[in-house]
């Protein structure tokens, strides 16, 4: 079937460097993107989203960028900071589907 | 801000016991989800409903129901509860349309024994 996949399972970075946490996914026909934050014992938060009419999407120290060509989401973070410690997930949507195709995860550590 | 809250977030349940997960969202959402997060198969829908009383099955429904009786309450149900539904599970709502934001609730942690 086809599904959402993350490069890298966990990632350690320094406080205060920038983290980029990868996402492939593999439905050509998906048309809206969404990175969730999950934070040990709670739920998923919403960090930000894009649509496949964008190739770039900026937030507070978050930047989504959409390479469709090679179906490709990155979520980069500046400044990492210890509160940004959790998991990371991103989530394709396919047009006209209420069904969200969820990838399994990249732990984010942050180093002092 | 959109608030999704679950009535509990950890239960401990016997094999074979009915238990009720009772969602709630403050944002007269439309659309209410409910999953389950297992590690290393990342979250799997198990029914969603898109207006009272209407639900559709998801990737995993067997084992579980829903009822859908007011908008703003969406309550998954294991009939016979079983050790291989000890999960993670997790409420989501969102507006109306497929590109609106699914929010989500803290989760309950499920435990049967």
């Known amino acids: 079937g086809e599904s959402v996949g993350l490069h890298l399972p966990t990632l350690s970075v320094q406080e205060g460097d920038n983290s980029i946490i990868n996402c492939a996914y593999s439905n050509s026909a998906s048309d809206y993107f969404i990175w969730y934050k999950q934070e040990s014992g709670k739920g998923p938060q919403f960090i930000i989203d894009?649509?496949?009419?964008?190739d770039k999407r900026q937030g507070q120290r978050v930047t989504v960028l959409l390479n469709k060509t090679v179906k490709h989401l990155s979520l980069q973070i500046a400044a990492t900071q210890p509160g940004d410690s959790a998991v990371y997930f991103c989530a394709e949507i396919p047009s006209g589907t209420y069904k969200y195709i969820f990838g399994t995860g990249t732990r984010l550590k942050v180093l002092a | 801000d959109v608030k999704v809250t679950q009535s509990s977030r950890y239960l401990v349940k016997r094999t074979g016991e009915k238990v009720f997960l009772e969602c709630v969202q403050d944002?007269?959402?439309?659309?209410m989800f409910w999953y389950r997060q297992d590690p290393g198969l990342g979250l799997r829908l198990i029914y969603f409903s898109y207006d009272v009383k209407m639900k559709e099955k998801g990737d995993i429904p067997e084992g579980y129901s829903v009822s859908r009786e007011k908008k703003e309450r969406f309550s998954l149900i294991l009939e016979s509860a079983s050790t291989n539904q000890t999960s993670m599970y997790l409420c989501?709502?969102?507006?109306?349309?497929?590109?609106?934001?699914?929010?989500f609730g803290p989760g309950t942690r499920l435990t049967v024994l």
């Open positions: 944002m007269d959402h439309e659309n």
């Open positions: 894009i649509r496949s009419n964008m």
């Open positions: 989501a709502s969102s507006q109306d349309s497929s590109t609106d934001t699914q929010y």
